[in-house]
């Protein structure tokens, strides 16, 4: 079945630093989402990208859909302790009956204050 | 605003016992799903349903069973529970074709012992 690889698994940063991750598959997707994990909670909805080469924004956090519709990137810029937690990419293609995201692995982030 | 709902949030069963989760939205979604989530596997969907009465295998659907009589419900059901279904069991439910993502429940944690 369709695979997403995303990297890096985890990160240890300082707060401040920038942060950058993605995801890559052998498949293309008409969606790219990313999402935010607690501690403790499900993952909630980042941000969402409909378009190859797309770059969206949510404050401190920017994605971007790849030209070749295999890849997203997130980046999020001068970290705070409060963006601890897993980062997980999400893939979708529509068309038929079924809505099943194709979700990566995950990326764990850790902000050292 | 309640979105979705999950309960219980934390269960501790013997192996052989049974129980159910429950899962209920209020968002007049279409489609639920159930995913696990294991450390360093990221999330796995367990089963779906894309409308009341029916319900579709996902990933890794051994040792699980669902229901979906009602629109608003999805019920996941441990026949005979083994400590290999420890794990935290999550939600999520969105529109037909899931092009917005889904909206996750914040999980109910099961140890099995």
């Known amino acids: 079945g369709q695979q997403l690889n995303q990297s890096p698994q985890s990160m240890f940063i300082q707060e401040g630093e920038d942060v950058s991750m993605n995801c890559t598959s052998s498949?293309?997707?008409?969606?790219w989402l990313w999402y935010k994990q607690d501690p403790g909670e499900g993952p909630v909805l980042l941000i969402a990208l409909y378009k190859a080469g797309e770059l969206t924004s949510n404050g401190r956090l920017t994605a971007q859909f790849g030209i070749t519709r295999k890849d997203s990137f997130l980046n999020i810029s001068a970290s705070i302790p409060s963006d601890v937690g897993i980062y997980f990419c999400a893939g979708l293609n529509y068309g038929g009956s079924q809505g099943n995201l194709i979700f990566g692995k995950g990326t764990k982030l850790s902000v050292k204050p | 605003n309640a979105g979705v709902t999950q309960t219980p949030k934390f269960r501790v069963l013997k192996t052989g016992q049974s129980m159910t989760l429950l899962c209920a939205q209020d968002m007049n979604h279409e489609y639920m799903y159930w995913y696990r989530q294991d450390p360093g596997m990221g999330l796995r969907l367990i089963h779906y349903?894309?409308?009341?009465?029916?319900?579709a295998k996902g990933e890794v659907p051994d040792g699980y069973n669902v229901s979906r009589l009602k629109k608003q419900n999805f019920l996941l059901g441990l026949e005979s529970a083994a400590p290999s279904q420890t794990s935290v069991y999550f939600c999520a439910s969105s529109h037909k074709g899931a092009v917005n993502g889904y909206t996750f429940g914040s999980g109910t944690r099961l140890t099995v012992v």
């Open positions: 349903s894309v409308g009341e009465g029916t319900t």
């Open positions: 498949s293309i997707f008409n969606t």
